[in-house]
């Protein structure tokens, strides 16, 4: 029959649509295990490529003949070999271009809603990651927010909307992906924001994010405000935007809440990740409505892509803000806490300037799932 590429962009579209996909990923059972494409109606079958040296009459009997049919690898080249076979065995079947690399940088950009005065809020979402960005959008000029390492995506999007990035941020020092914002607001002469107290050990110029600070966006006043919000890192700051999105960083997240142990100091940061949540939080309006920089499950999407929800909503439903104990708490945040984000240690030093990796080394410290989490 036929084989063919399928994109990443393509795949997000099956994401975001909640499309039937079935995958076969011919890389390691462990890098499966550990990180895989994640759709609502999406099935997998994990075949190591080794076992397939031979052929794959072995599988035939274990891939419907009613769902479409993608082979996924580490780089694409496995999965080109799988596929052909495939093909030759009578299956329509694409393979990933650029494999799971590529998928671990694809991202899909949402539009969350309008702004006051005609102003628009932009989130970014880097579905085989889970990282979200923003770009808050007014008067011709925009704010970019929490941006990964792959800043054409930014520029280019404010380039087709005619806007001009003035302003570039970090809630925190990012600890499992590289943050963009430096090389964005060199390259669009923006200004760029890194909360001070995450900033000690930085080896470059930046504009300290105060608490109660206010960053005007284009000639129509957006103006975001920071909310110091310490927890996940001793600096984290969150950000009210319009007085209608709370962008919360790695502090909040829809199912859950932040990690406190990044810097190795769980059991000195667990109290400030309680005080943010359970009093900085509550002491704002319900109706805010909470943009995270990270995703965990791909249940946490909406219909139309985006994570968001309203914060009175996660008070509610979100089990992270319901333990009223606090020693309960301080051994539930310290006590359930995933693996280190690959390479954590040399993400955090690009991001303050110490080291300057390749783009190849760049790609490899970022393969992994985000776990930011508490779980």
């Not at 998928?103 to 809603?113: T, Y």
């Not at 890192?233 to 790695?250: A, E, H, R």
Request: with cysteine; glycine share 10%.
């Amino acid at each position: 029959m036929s084989m063919k590429a399928m994109s990443s962009k393509e795949v997000a579209k099956k994401v975001m649509n909640k499309e039937e996909l079935f995958i076969l990923d011919v890389r390691n059972a462990d890098e499966f295990e550990d990180w895989k494409i994640e759709g609502d109606h999406f099935q997998h079958l994990n075949v190591p490529y080794f076992e397939l040296l031979d052929g794959v009459d072995g599988i035939m009997d274990q891939i419907p003949d009613d769902k479409e049919l993608l082979v996924v690898c580490a780089k694409e080249g496995s999965s080109i070999m799988v596929a052909e076979m495939l093909a030759e065995k009578g299956l329509d079947v694409s393979y990933l271009e650029g494999g799971m690399k590529a998928w671990s940088e694809h991202m899909e950009p949402v539009k969350v809603g309008e702004l006051s005065n005609g102003g628009e809020m932009y989130q970014f979402v880097r579905l085989g990651k889970g990282c979200l960005s923003y770009m808050v959008v007014s008067g011709g000029e925009a704010a970019v927010i929490d941006a990964t390492r792959m800043t054409d995506i930014f520029t280019g999007f404010a380039k087709e909307k005619g806007v001009k990035i003035t302003h570039v941020l970090d809630t925190h020092l990012h600890a499992d992906h590289i943050s963009g914002g430096r090389a964005i607001a060199k390259e669009t002469g923006g200004t760029y924001w890194l909360p001070p107290k995450d900033a000690g050990e930085v080896v470059f110029d930046y504009q300290p994010l105060n608490d109660n600070d206010e960053i005007t966006i284009g000639n129509i006043s957006i103006n975001i405000h920071a909310l110091y919000s310490p927890g996940h890192t001793i600096g984290s700051t969150s950000f009210v935007v319009d007085g209608k999105y709370l962008l919360t960083g790695d502090i909040l997240f829809i199912d859950s809440i932040g990690r406190p142990d990044l810097a190795g100091l769980a059991d000195d940061w667990v109290g400030d990740l309680r005080e943010t949540l359970y009093k900085r939080y509550r002491e704002l309006s319900e109706e805010l409505i909470v943009l995270p920089a990270h995703f965990m499950i791909i249940e946490e999407l909406n219909d139309d892509g985006s994570v968001a929800e309203k914060l009175g909503t996660l008070f509610a439903e979100n089990h992270g803000l319901n333990i009223e104990d606090e020693e309960k708490f301080r051994k539930i945040v310290t006590e359930n806490l995933p693996p280190q984000p690959n390479a954590y240690k040399e993400i955090r030093q690009t991001n303050m300037g110490k080291i300057t990796p390749d783009e190849d080394t760049q790609r490899e410290m970022e393969i992994g799932p985000n776990r930011c989490a508490v779980r």
